[in-house]
């Protein structure tokens, strides 16, 4: 053999152990850019050489060109159904009969019901030769060209194979394909798929396989048709064990269970799974597992009486559209609402389900009346899903979204989507509309307060929504401050307060004044800051005058904290109305922080200043350049009156200089940069005072430059410059001789290089890790 057949062959082993793995074993050892690469390899050494090329190569899985029609395939072994049993009483029937037939207990093979497509596959001496459907049992299509592009099913059989072997199984989707498959179509403005099932039915019945290839489709093995050549296992579970063997994929979740409360067991812990599986199932499918007791009882018409498929409640069902309202939440978004005819899916009753938005709706095409598909699986909201558009009566009306808040009148308007540049931003039309009554709006208070009184804010025992609809309803809150000024005759007065309820209400409504800043601040519901955000803010801030005062490019220091983040916290507080709120709930006692609270943030340096001024043409190193330039913004600006000046004192930077003197051309630009460093210095945060931290030597890393390069195992690389930058280090984007230590994480490309050439210090991962850890840096584990 030559050299070149002898790599062939090599990768294409290699290539095969990997499927192999990820498949049947369900145990990758690489990653799967490396198998990429693998591929590639193979595909590369191919292409110089196709007189090599097999059909049973894994390169050969991209589809056919397209057929003008299936092919008929006859099956030798016809391909059956399954009886249903749709009740535990309707299964515990099938197994009296089972085992009245058979005149003994049987053991069972457990399994779950996949919900795809049974296809057909005929390996011949180890090679697939054909894929066919099931057809009517008797006769299905031939779809060899594409299950051929399905990479669980093998091209090649492994192991002891026999001489001719039929498997079936199903190919399917699993739940995260279809997802990213959708969200993909989404965004090409292609057709979207109802479900897993629809998505795997349609990709394998395509004419063009090319199409097939493309869809995130699997396979699972749960049965036999002809074999020649091999003895068999006595068991379903042994055949299903010895078809692994073989290198075909069969699904974790099968089990042998040996009595019927075992196989009750089962059933019940995969209805519990079923949410958490990577693919759906309708049910689970229970065989009698010794072949032998198979063929004593044999079939009914066209299904075994020996396995049966016990059905979970479905998760779609059909129903009329009958209604549509429009709720509005805690933001003042306008969610509308489909009211169906009561629908028994997933388990429960279903009589409302989310339509989202304006968007989804059109996607949707949906009209009042309509006929539509209802999925709710697990505890998720039901969703429409489709429009059986065969069913849409005469009388059908479009879904008119209102043009005035449902519950306040207010106007209603259509959410503009803000993306935030350094110092711009781009505003464009979302999805969402949303009431402009705010708080004046008492269903946008109802929800703010439901928010701000709920366990993980204020926690306060009592005030649920039941409660606080009452509240506001009679008039007794307008505003989370109002909950503190409660008298106690005017909660007696309410529907359902007795003296001890009433008295309860009151000591926890009191108590919660003691709530830590972290968990007030998260209760104000600022769009966008979490619970983890607010802990971090709150930690980093200080105290809420701190964060009224801090500019966007001061927030974004805190470590979770992006842009879009700071934006939402500047914006609440520049509200007057939101200030309000604040002041009257620190005036009744409210945790705001201690008052002479100091930021614990690194300064800002200078360079970091001027970089997040978002000026055309001076980036990070550009930035670091006018920096050591210059000793203050004020003589920055002064020098900006002049481009050939500037040019000169940055030595030589074009477009830094350019950007520079136009963005101080602009008044606005100006007073706005010294705005932020008024309140830099405010906060004491003023790069100033990081000079002054260098000089006296305060800070572990004071003085020192860091660069950071390459992808970092445990923190993100700007969580790993905010720690360094805690700890007084400069970090900055280029490796020069200044560098006094270069982070090197995975993939470090020229940095490295650069930094070993001109003999910088070089940490990895684990000795800035190491480092951090002794200097106290708790999130460094
Ligand atoms: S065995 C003789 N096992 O259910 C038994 N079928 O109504 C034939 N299915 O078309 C089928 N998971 O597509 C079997 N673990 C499983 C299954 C399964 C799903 C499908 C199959 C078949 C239908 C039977």
Known sequence: MSDIQNQLEQLRRQIDEHNYRYYVEDAPSIPDAEYDRLLRELQALEEAHPDLVTPESPTQRVGARPASAFGEVAHEVPMLSLGNAMTPDEFQAFAERVEKGLGRAAAWCCEPKLDGLAVSLLYENGVLVRGATRGDGSTGEDITQNVRTVRAIPLKLRGDFPARLEVRGEVFMSKSGFEAMNQKALETGDKLFANPRNAAAGSLRQLDSRITA??????????????????????????????????????????????????????????????????????????????????????????????????????????????????????????????????????????????????????????????????????????????????????????????????????????????????????????????SGRLTCSAQLKQALIHFASRKALDIEGLGDVVVEKLVDAGLVASPVDIFTLSREAILGLEGFAELSTDKLRAAILRSKATPFARVLYGLGIPEVGEETAKLVAAKMGNVDNIRLAPLELLTSIPDVGREVAFHISEFFVEANNWRVVDGLRSQGLNFGEPDAKVALAPLSFADFINKLDIVGVGPGAAEKA???????????????????????????????????????????????????????????????????????????????????????????????????????????????????????????????????LGVAVWDDNALMAFLREQGVTDAQ
């Not at 093995?221 to 299903?240: D, I, K, M, T």
């Not at 920096?627 to 900006?640: G, H, N, P, V, W």
């Not at 860091?706 to 805690?726: W, Y």
Request: charged share 25%; hydrophobic share 45%.
């Open 214 to 435: 493309k869809r995130p489709l699997a396979f699972y093995a749960y049965g036999l048709g002809v074999v020649e050549g091999a003895a068999l296992p006595a068991s379903q579970f042994g055949r299903l064990q010895w078809l692994k063997t073989l290198g075909l994929p069969v699904s974790q979740e099968v089990q042998q269970r040996t009595s019927l409360a075992e196989v009750e067991a089962y059933h019940a812990q995969l209805l519990a799974k079923r949410n958490d599986l990577d693919f759906d199932i309708d049910g689970a499918v229970i065989k009698v597992d010794a072949v032998a007791d198979q063929d004593e009882l044999g079939f009914v018409s066209r299904a075994p009486r020996w396995a049966i498929a016990w059905k979970y409640p479905a998760q779609e069902e059909l129903t009329v559209l009958e209604d549509v309202e429009f709720q509005v939440g805690r933001t003042g978004a306008i969610t509308p609402v489909a009211k169906l005819k009561p629908v028994f899916v997933g388990g429960v009753t279903v009589s409302n389900a989310t339509l989202h938005n304006a968007d989804e709706i059109a996607r949707l095409g949906v009209k009042i009346g309509d006929t539509v598909i209802i999925r709710r699986a697990g505890d998720v909201i039901p969703q429409v899903v489709s429009v059986v558009e065969e069913r849409r009566p005469l009388d059908a009306r479009d879904i008119q979204f209102p043009a005035r808040c449902p519950v306040c009148g207010a106007h209603v308007e259509r959410e503009t989507l803000k993306t935030h540049l350094k110092t711009r931003v781009i505003e464009r039309e979302g999805t969402a509309y949303r009431c």
């Open 627 to 757: 920096a050591a330039r210059f000793e203050s913004l004020e003589q920055l600006i002064k020098t900006a009156e002049d481009e050939q000046d500037l040019f000169n004192a940055l030595g030589g930077t074009k477009a830094a200089a350019k950007g520079l003197f136009s963005f101080f051309a602009d008044a606005a630009n100006r007073d706005h940069a010294l705005e932020i460093e008024r309140r830099l210095l405010a906060l004491e945060v003023h790069w100033t005072s990081e000079r002054e931290l260098v000089e006296e030597g305060g800070l572990p890393l004071s003085g020192q430059t860091f660069v950071i390069t390459g992808t970092l195992s445990v923190l993100s690389r700007d969580e790993a410059k905010a720690h360094l930058e805690a700890l007084g280090a400069k970090v900055a984007g280029s490796v020069s001789k200044n560098t006094d230590v270069l982070v090197a994480g995975e993939k470090a490309g020229s940095k490295l290089a650069k930094a070993e050439s």
